[in-house]
């Protein structure tokens, strides 16, 4: 079984080699001088859109054919919260393996912290991630081996904190960036992303816009290609210019 993770992130070239080694079963091992067979089954994930990266040129339509025999959509946790209980169970196991400290939590705790979990204005904005985090920081700053009411009152004041930073600056970015990409957007990089779209929008062309956002920078240099660097950027969030005058 072969699971190849964020394959959206490939380049061309990479789509090339993998596409061979899908049709071919051969390939050439890191270090070795000739190439070797694997009858491997393919499993590949993703949290790009690879049917628009395939329109807009950016994923080979042929590697793509190959793996969308079958596809899954895999909902995020605020979709899933019956998952929620059973993974707090999961991540004190995991702590426990990585740090050799058995740490549970109290009747009081597991339910006050279970209600702020499940209700639906959570909005676990980074999935798991959010979740095995929180886990961790509980069971690290209860030292005595048991989570008790007090520190997931600390826990839940945090978590709301983090949201409100994504909530309060409701720039519209939800709306035209892949949910997994905005996750891991620190609050400094989310407004000058806003800051850049919104620029996009204003501008009639791609180089407007890259001449408005490196209008410092451009006069220090004899030669540029502002168009080119904010292309690429854009890149980065699965956004392109045309894109951002064609969403609402």
Request: aromatic letters at 8%; charged letters at 30%; glycine letters at 6%.
């Amino acid at each position: 079984m072969l699971f190849l993770d964020e394959i959206g992130e490939l380049g061309l070239d990479e789509h090339a080699m993998i596409l061979r080694t899908i049709k071919d079963k051969r390939l050439l091992p890191v270090g070795a001088d000739s190439e070797a067979a694997s009858d491997f089954q393919l499993l590949a994930g993703t949290n790009r859109d690879l049917g628009q990266a395939v329109a807009e040129g950016r994923f080979r339509d042929d590697l793509y054919a190959r793996l969308n025999l079958w596809t899954f959509a895999l909902p995020g946790l605020a979709d899933r919260r019956e998952d929620i209980a059973p993974n707090l169970d999961y991540e004190l196991d995991r702590f426990a393996e990585r740090e050799g400290t058995r740490v549970t939590f109290n009747k009081e705790a597991r339910d006050r912290y279970l209600a702020f979990a499940i209700h639906p204005d959570a909005p676990w904005t980074g999935n798991f991630r959010d979740l095995a985090s929180s886990v961790t920081r509980m069971a690290t700053f209860s030292p005595s081996g048991r989570i008790d009411a007090s520190c997931v009152e600390a826990e839940v004041v945090r978590l709301k904190r983090l949201w409100s930073i994504h909530t309060a600056v409701d720039d519209g970015l939800g709306s035209i960036v892949p949910a997994g990409l905005i996750a891991e957007l620190d609050p400094f990089d989310r407004v000058q992303l806003a800051h850049v779209v919104d620029t996009c929008r204003r501008s009639r062309s791609l180089s407007e816009a890259g001449r408005m956002l490196f209008a410092a920078s451009l006069a220090k240099r004899t030669s540029s290609n502002d168009a080119d660097r904010l292309r690429k950027y854009l890149q980065r969030f699965d956004l392109t210019w045309h894109a951002l005058h064609e969403s609402p």
